[in-house]
């Protein structure tokens, strides 16, 4: 493969739009799509880039497709199912997907399998950074799949992401997203509920949120969460509650699926799904302290 790549990529919301713009700016020859048109015809306007509607064009076109969607359940239906499975059909054989969704591992091991199957390599590359990291192309990237693949496409990653961990074989990087997510929704649910307890108390939670993040307690939720989007009513870190959700879930239902004992899983998988479900998945995902201090609030009512 030369060093400009002819790249076709899909879904462009918060995260793929910065990404996908970054991979034109470093010179590669872009093809986008996007269920929704008019972001596809906004996409080719603002960044000079090519844009289609039809997933065989840019099958036919790419020697690497990048996804960027919501689970691995669209990914899937891009690849093999939407337009009659145009886009598998139409890759060449040797080309490669990269999926950057967050996705379930397992489910992932079983797409390689079937894309395998078409001569067509499989690499899950998750990202982790949010949308100005995605804007500036500061992602950090969780890598998996066979050797030769991921030597392949670091490269364009690196146009992405500026940290890119090698973490194992086909499906480890959607493992390792899932997990790191786990760690800072349960840090998240856990920040909640010291706030309600301390405010319950009369501690004020901005001298709180100073004291931890001067202290052992401090974490990514402390020092970027809370005073800026929870305590100023902002609510605006652009991830969305029924996202995080999900991801949660990916790694409790790893868990089990593989047989380990998870009871942290467990719970703070139920306590975010809870929060969906009341509010909405659409809603941005810090928007779970509302839920969790409306909850804390009626059990110090009763």
């Given at each position: 493969m030369s060093a400009t790549k002819r790249v076709g990529f899909i879904g462009l919301g918060n995260m793929g739009t910065p990404m996908a713009a970054n991979l034109v700016r470093a010179g590669h020859d872009v093809v986008a799509y996007d269920l929704a048109e008019e972001r596809t015809r906004g996409f080719a306007q603002a960044h000079a880039a090519r844009a289609t509607q039809s997933l065989a064009e840019l099958g036919a076109h790419a020697e690497i497709a990048i996804t960027m969607l919501p689970s691995g359940h669209e990914v899937r239906e891009a690849l093999l199912e939407a337009q009659g499975g145009a886009l598998a059909a139409n890759l060449r054989p040797g080309a490669i997907v990269i999926d950057m969704s967050?996705?379930?591992?397992?489910?992932?091991?079983?797409?390689?399998?079937d894309l395998a199957g078409r001569s067509i390599a499989l690499v899950d590359a998750p990202v982790s950074g949010g949308v100005p990291r995605a804007t500036d192309g500061t992602l950090a990237i969780m890598v998996g799949g066979d050797a030769a693949a991921v030597a392949a496409v670091k490269p364009v990653l690196a146009t992405m992401g500026k940290n890119l961990f090698e973490v194992g074989g086909?499906?480890?990087?959607?493992?390792?997203?899932?997990?790191?997510?786990?760690?800072?929704?349960?840090?998240?649910?856990?920040?909640?509920?010291?706030?309600?307890?301390?405010?319950r108390f009369g501690l004020d939670p901005a001298v709180m949120t100073d004291v931890i993040n001067a202290s052992t307690g401090r974490s990514f939720v402390s020092e970027n969460l809370i005073k800026q989007h929870v305590l100023s009513g902002a609510f605006a870190t652009g991830f969305a509650l029924?996202?995080?959700?999900?991801?949660?879930?990916?790694?409790?239902?790893?868990?089990?699926?593989?047989?380990?004992?998870?009871?942290?899983?467990?719970?703070?998988?139920?306590?975010w799904s809870e929060a969906r479900d009341a509010l909405g998945g659409a809603q941005d995902h810090s928007r779970a302290w509302e839920h969790w201090q409306r909850r804390a609030a009626r059990k110090a009512a009763e």
């Amino acid at each position: 493969m030369s060093a400009t790549k002819r790249v076709g990529f899909i879904g462009l919301g918060n995260m793929g739009t910065p990404m996908a713009a970054n991979l034109v700016r470093a010179g590669h020859d872009v093809v986008a799509y996007d269920l929704a048109e008019e972001r596809t015809r906004g996409f080719a306007q603002a960044h000079a880039a090519r844009a289609t509607q039809s997933l065989a064009e840019l099958g036919a076109h790419a020697e690497i497709a990048i996804t960027m969607l919501p689970s691995g359940h669209e990914v899937r239906e891009a690849l093999l199912e939407a337009q009659g499975g145009a886009l598998a059909a139409n890759l060449r054989p040797g080309a490669i997907v990269i999926d950057m969704s967050s996705a379930d591992p397992v489910g992932t091991r079983t797409l390689g399998g079937d894309l395998a199957g078409r001569s067509i390599a499989l690499v899950d590359a998750p990202v982790s950074g949010g949308v100005p990291r995605a804007t500036d192309g500061t992602l950090a990237i969780m890598v998996g799949g066979d050797a030769a693949a991921v030597a392949a496409v670091k490269p364009v990653l690196a146009t992405m992401g500026k940290n890119l961990f090698e973490v194992g074989g086909p499906g480890c990087g959607h493992a390792m997203k899932a997990l790191n997510n786990f760690l800072a929704a349960t840090s998240s649910a856990a920040g909640a509920e010291a706030i309600a307890i301390g405010s319950r108390f009369g501690l004020d939670p901005a001298v709180m949120t100073d004291v931890i993040n001067a202290s052992t307690g401090r974490s990514f939720v402390s020092e970027n969460l809370i005073k800026q989007h929870v305590l100023s009513g902002a609510f605006a870190t652009g991830f969305a509650l029924g996202l995080l959700a999900k991801d949660v879930k990916i790694a409790a239902d790893l868990a089990e699926q593989i047989g380990v004992d998870a009871p942290v899983g467990r719970l703070v998988s139920g306590l975010w799904s809870e929060a969906r479900d009341a509010l909405g998945g659409a809603q941005d995902h810090s928007r779970a302290w509302e839920h969790w201090q409306r909850r804390a609030a009626r059990k110090a009512a009763e």
